[in-house]
């Protein structure tokens, strides 16, 4: 401790700067708990989620990444000292993962079944039309094998399966390739920030070879060779300070397209000194050989502008936001790619927030929009105590987080279907410039309602899981976390494509009994033929009927499962991510302790036996 002392010694007299010295939890109420005590309320993570990370995810997040601007106001011994406290680990120890495939392992090659990449094709129907495994035989699926992932409490990554391995990231910043039988790992690449895009697989013509995709939550997009998890190409897409990408790049016709967010800004908003808001999203082309971008085409064509002062003396700038949260889908019949988007950050309100956007995939140039909420100027600030940074008390917060999936159906018509925040599920005309063909409520909508992050396209039905998460008493008051209501929210629906007409509704599962539980069904879904998978927040995965949505299996993910690579594991809330299947097999990644959620750390595999 001399020399913490020696180097703490210019500051920790000045005590009106750092009355807090020496005294980490005093550093931390002061710094941090402003945000990441707003349990429920914000996507700050909560403490129980900072106390599984490791101290270099600390460090790193305080000196290079999103807390940046919070590190800076912090000399490094407090930095360091803070790490440590929260974690309760020491810098620089290693924990050795045990698991490590044994011998050499055979060369790997893109044959058998897959599920590559978010939506398991360029549609991003989320629908395998060849499981290996019926409906009848999920009575008998069984757990095969699971894995830990170390260092963190939420896991958000989807895994994708390709040529007998599955290959999946975490916000622990490693992107690991598994053995799909045993679970045993073949690599352990280590990225500069959390991975929580699903990594796609592809075999690129010539001496380019087998290539892994995948960005990271500093908008890092990477290739990393397929065998050996050697570094190939990485580079920075969007050098914003708060720039992210967490929806999966997709691969078409030797380019990658990556979707940007701007999501972290949004929670700098939670200080109200802070100047809201410049960051705004974006899509990128880069070429999938080389990484080299050949096009960017920000959300929101007009730059931000100073407009004016908040109440707290902060410069207020706009516009902003308009991220783009998920997987892109590619039309390559009309030669465009769909995203949506999210809410405006700060005034003024753009005709491209909670919009479906189609870029020209040779130029990025937008081909057309159509906005599916009005009013949205809206930012975390907004749902807490002091909403000094709010632009809109009225705005709904009606983003859209699910990849659109772009269906034919038997007739040759084709439909987008893309569902939104707002609990509504739109039927839109891909041929005439994204036209309503219908729309249908599913649910109630709201911050964290409706539809967020993924529904599934059979060709004939689309199935959307409700969020519709609500909290006991949902007014956000200093030192209150928000408490999970376990009656509220839930229920998955069937809605046919060709008319926008309810098919049939399986109404949510109570979960009262269990501590911070919620039915909310926030989670993507994801459909094989005759059986649609839908995650619980109160870590349910089920399987239901695509006939009527009787429920055919429930596996209960929240509790501690002894893993293949040692490293204590359980699961907890099924949010973000969906589970895939292939090669009869079906995989779930288990745990999310962001917004007020069950945390956890696993990888489970599935089989039919
Ligand atoms: C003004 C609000 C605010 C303050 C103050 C704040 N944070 Fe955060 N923090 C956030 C939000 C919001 C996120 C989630 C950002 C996102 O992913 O969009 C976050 C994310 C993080 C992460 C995860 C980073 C990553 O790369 O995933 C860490 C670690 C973290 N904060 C640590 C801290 C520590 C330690 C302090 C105090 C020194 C602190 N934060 C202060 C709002 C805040």
Redesign the pocket.
Known sequence: MRSLALLLAPWMFSTAAFPQALDPEAL?KA??A???DVTGA????SRAV?QR?SPE??LD??ET???KE??SK?PLPARRM?AEY?TGKKLGTQVPMAGRCEGSPPAFRMEGPSWNGWGAGEANLRFQPDPGIQPAQLGSLKLKWAFGFPNTGAVSGQPSFAGGRVFVGS?NRHVYSLDARSGCYYWDYEAT??VRTAPTVVALPGEAGRLVFFAD?RARAYAVDADSGRLVWKVLVDDGPYS?VTGAPIYYAARLFVPISA??E???T??PK?ACCKARGAMAALDAATGKLLWKTSTIAEEPKLRGKNGAGAEQWGPSGASIWSSPTVDAERGVLYAGTGDNHSAPLTGTSDAMLAFALDTGKIVWSRQLAGGDTFN?SCVTADTTNCPSAEAPDFDIGSSPNLVKLASGKRVLAVGQKSGILWGLDPDHGGAVLWKVAVGKGGKLGGIQWGTASDGTNAYAAVSDMDFVDPVYRPGKPLIRDPEKGGGLFAIQLATGEKVWNAPAQPCAGRKGCSPAQSAAVTAIPGAVFSGSADGHMRAYATSNGKILWDFDTAREFPTVNGVKANGGSLDAAGPTVAGGMLFVTSGYGNWGGLPGNVLLAFGVE
């Open positions: 931390y710094n941090c402003m945000c990441h914000s996507r700050a993570p900072l990370a995810i600390i997040a305080l990444g999103i807390m919070q590190g912090l803070l929260l916000v920030a959390g939550l992210q999501g972290p949004d929670g700098q939670l200080n802070y975390m």
